[in-house]
Structure formats: structure tokens, C-alpha cells
């Protein structure tokens, strides 16, 4: 869906949130295949990423390579943090540029959260969709969710858009047990 969009428009813009780096990490790859097939460059940023490109291109460079994405892959401690920055001075926030013109929330693993997690997940949610000029759509992607038609319900308060929930058999891979023996 995200690479439709983005190949319709190249100013649409997407924030990926992954709750752990391990898992951010593993998904960049394949975001990145997808992508790269329209001719966009996704950026992940987390605290190590943006040490590792403040240290190789500079801040301003940082800067211009933040405002000049499309497609950002992150966490939310990384967001929440930079969404702080935001509040107090807009201008600091690195990803300014990013909540402004964001079109395409997507949170994964939103099961993984706990409660106080989540709450501010929720907040995180409200306050993007409130700086963003554009109608934010929120995509929320989990194996096991309690109560879909009541996050659902939120979403719709929070963004002002309807909601559907999409339901399915859980793909299931073949497991093989493999024995080695020495002799």
C-alpha cells in the first residue's frame, strides 16, 4: 500500500514504527527492496543511527537527509523523545519536516506494548495526527489483539476517518526437526 502511495505521490510520507531495534533492523531490508523498486531510499532512524550520521555527514547533513525522506522507519522511544523536542521548540525536533507532512502512521507489534507503553503510544498517535497537515491514517499491525473495535474507535476519534479491521487465518510455517549425529 505504502509503495503505491508513494510512487502516486513522492511527497507522501510515511513514519514505521517498530517497538525494538532488533526488530526495526530486520524489517529496513525488506522496506528498503520495496522501496528502492520505485526509486525511494527509506531512512531508519534510532538514537544509534542518527549517531552513526551525525558523525559521517553532520547535523545539517542529518537535517537535510531527514527533511529530503519520504519513508522513515523508527521506534517510538526514539519518536517520543524527538516529539518532546517538538513541544518546547519546534525547530529542534529532527523530525519536524516528517510529522508535519506525514500521511502514513504504521505501528507493528502494537501487542508487544504494556499498558503505560501503550498510553503513550496512544498519545504519540493523537499529537501526530494533530501536527500533521495532512489527514493521518493509522495502520496498526499485531497477531493478537484483544479489542480491535475499541483501538479502532480511538483511531477514528483521534484521525477523524473510519476504521476496518482486517481478520485472518495465521499463516503458518512447516516446522522440521533435524537430527545431527556424530559417529
Given at each position: ?69 519520504t519513508v522513515v522507519v523508527s521506534n517510538p522511544a526514539f519518536v517520543l523523545h524527538d516529539l518532546k523536542k ?5 525547530s529542534r525536533a529532527l523530525l519536524y519536516n516528517i510529522y508535519k507532512r506525514l500521511n502514513l502512521l504504521v ?13 503513550l503510544l496512544l498519545a504519540m498517535i493523537k499529537l501526530l495526527a494533530e501536527f500533521s497537515d495532512n489527514k ?48
Open positions: 500500500y505504502g509503495v503505491n502511495k508513494v510512487k502516486e505521490d513522492k511527497r507522501y510520507t510515511i513514519l514505521a514504527l517498530y517497538p525494538t531495534l532488533a526488530l526495526a533492523n530486520d524489517q529496513i531490508r525488506r522496506i528498503e527492496a520495496y522501496f528502492k523498486l520505485i526509486g525511494v531510499n527509506p531512512l531508519q532512524l534510532d538514537s544509534v543511527k542518527k549517531s552513526e550520521l551525525e558523525s559521517r555527514i553532520g547535523r545539517s547533513g542529518l537535517r537535510e537527509l531527514v527533511n529530503a525522506s517538538f513541544l518546547l521548540n519546534p505501528i507493528d507489534e502494537i501487542d508487544f506494548y504494556g499498558p503505560r507503553s501503550l498510553a493521518l491514517q493509522v495502520v496498526v499491525l499485531t497477531a493478537t489483539l484483544a479489542n480491535p473495535e475499541d483501538l479502532g474507535a480511538y483511531l477514528r476519534a483521534v484521525t477523524g476517518r473510519d476504521y476496518a479491521v482486517v481478520e485472518g487465518k495465521p499463516f503458518s510455517v512447516e516446522n522440521h526437526t533435524y537430527i545431527v549425529l556424530g559417529k
